[in-house]
């Protein structure tokens, strides 16, 4: 590959953000009741650097991504340096979302999944509280690409919460587990049907939530 100036050896890792790694991995391999080696965390200082690994121009409000057990992020200085506005704080749950996908990836298959699925168990996992979707956006998850593309991250967090207070972990995690194939909407109301002995529609709006997470 031409025009490639940055060699894995040469990303650093940061010792505090490592700790941060070893406390998130023991409460993740807790939830999804798997045991995960410590992913390998590569800091970027640049966007150019940050593009580069990822293999195209990015657009600016992409700055972490993982998969095969790495976690790619840009470091707290070029985070600024981009005017985005992420405390420490912000900073750890960024992480925290990064080393989630890797499980999630790992009991499931990303491609067999929606989008609003697997982000919005990242967030949920992550604690990144989003804003309370609209009926509409509620609502859009039983049509097919009817998601505003700016809205994945608020619907998932929102149903990934309503799902798992409503009916618990373990039959997400089986949701999860299930899917198979490139994601259709018709594949997925089939595999919820299946876990959850219920249809997957605008009824569930009505269910009660509880605290469950059996």
Not at 148 to 161: H, I, M, R, S
Not at 207 to 214: A, D, F
Request: hydrophobic letters at 40%.
């Amino acid at each position: 590959m031409k025009n490639i100036s940055l060699t894995v050896a040469q990303a650093r890792t940061d010792e505090p953000l490592l700790r941060v790694l070893r406390t998130v991995k023991n409460e993740l391999d807790h939830f999804f009741k798997i045991k995960l080696d410590l992913p390998l965390l590569v800091l970027l200082s640049s966007r150019r650097q940050f593009n580069t690994f990822w293999g195209r121009q990015t657009e600016d409000w992409m700055i972490a991504w993982a998969r095969n057990g790495v976690i790619y992020a840009l470091e707290p200085k070029a985070i600024r340096r981009h005017r985005l506005h992420y405390s420490i704080a912000d900073y750890h749950k960024l992480l925290r979302h990064e080393h989630a996908h890797l499980y999630i990836n790992t009991i499931g298959r990303a491609e067999a999944m929606p989008k609003w699925l697997k982000e919005g168990l990242a967030c949920w996992i992550a604690g990144q509280k989003k804003r309370v979707p609209d009926q509409a956006g509620l609502e859009s998850v039983f049509q097919p690409d009817k998601i505003n593309p700016k809205d994945t991250y608020a619907v998932g967090y929102a149903w990934v919460k309503r799902l798992l207070h409503s009916f618990g972990k373990n039959k997400f995690l089986a949701l999860v587990q299930q899917l198979e194939g490139q994601y259709s909407l018709a594949r997925f109301r089939k595999v919820f049907r299946t876990v959850y002995g219920l249809p997957w529609s605008r009824q569930l709006l009505n269910r009660k939530q509880s605290s469950s997470n059996r």
